[in-house]
């Protein structure tokens, strides 16, 4: 059963190429930003001259989070939060490339202090390292064509519908367990199953938001195609967080980054970045639909 919420977060995943990213193709329409952290206004501020310089380790090949332009310059939405974490610490803001598998080596080893490259929460990563509180979530979203009157996209909206997901994915999981009055069709990559909605072999498509967000805004839709609906969260799978990385006994560090994360949600600075980077919200506002448990 699913159930609509209002959350103050949610989520998604995917690779898009950087001719399609925000800042290149500016949002004419205001992106809503949702509220990913819970701020105590009771907790005390941390030591500010603990760290007079940050080494953040990054990778260069994850766009739109972190990647380089043309001119070979370092850039990207998580490389924009680091400088301004750094900023409103006002410490200086190192950044070291590495790649994805070997980046929280690097702070294991204390070349750098903290990671910032999407790196998961989980039971092997928590034994060395230790998380701030989401920066952000993945989420879910239907696209449809925009010939189509589909305008939700809760299973009675989509019951008889045919739905288009990549085999072997979480969220053709999630379509299977949750829209059984609707067709399911599983296609074997991302891009076989964009063009499948595209030209028209299913009905709706069901994937990751950031994903579908720029293949919607990108040259290879021809701009057949818009989302439709909230987001869908499922925490335990296709919603992870992300969030900065530092060494499991260095609360001070993971503190002083949660406090200035938490100054960027409190100062709207957060939601200007957002802006730069994403030409649509992956929500449709701070609403989204979330699994009941």
């Known amino acids: 059963m699913l159930v609509a919420s209002c959350l103050s977060v949610a989520t998604v995943s995917g690779a898009m190429g950087p001719s399609v990213f925000a800042q290149e193709t500016a ?61 409103t610490l006002r410490v200086e803001c190192l950044f070291m490339v590495k790649p994805f598998d070997q980046a929280n080596k690097a702070v294991e080893t204390k070349e750098a202090d903290a990671v910032i490259t999407g790196l998961r929460e989980s039971s092997a990563t928590a034994q060395e390292l230790s998380f701030t509180r989401p920066y952000y979530r993945f989420s879910a979203r239907f696209a449809v064509r925009q010939s189509m009157s589909i305008k939700n996209n809760d299973v009675r909206a989509l019951a008889g519908k045919r739905l288009g997901v990549v ?3 979480h969220h053709a999981r999630f379509l299977t367990e949750n829209f059984r009055r609707s067709k399911i069709r599983a296609f074997d990559t991302p891009s076989d199953a964009q063009e499948g909605l595209r030209t028209g072999a299913v009905d709706a498509l069901f994937g990751d938001s950031l994903q579908l967000m720029f293949w919607v805004k990108g040259a290879k839709s021809k ?13 335990a799978t296709f919603s992870r967080p992300m969030a900065i990385a530092v060494k499991r006994d260095n609360r001070k560090l993971r503190d002083l980054l949660d406090h200035a994360l938490d100054r960027l949600q409190i100062s709207g600075r957060y939601n200007k970045i957002f802006r730069q980077y994403f030409p649509l919200s992956p929500w449709k506002g701070n609403i989204a639909k979330e699994k009941s448990t």
């Open 167 to 169: 085999v072997g994915t």
């Open 223 to 235: 701009n057949c195609c818009h989302l439709i609906g909230d987001a869908y969260l499922e925490p």
């Open 27 to 87: 949002a004419k329409q205001p992106v809503a930003v949702p509220l990913f952290r819970h701020i105590d206004p009771s907790k005390k501020d941390p030591d500010f001259k603990a760290y007079p310089v940050i080494r953040f380790v990054v990778t260069d090949d994850f766009p739109p989070f972190s990647y380089r332009t043309s001119n070979g310059a370092l850039t990207g939405f998580n490389i924009a939060i680091a400088n301004s974490v750094c900023r």
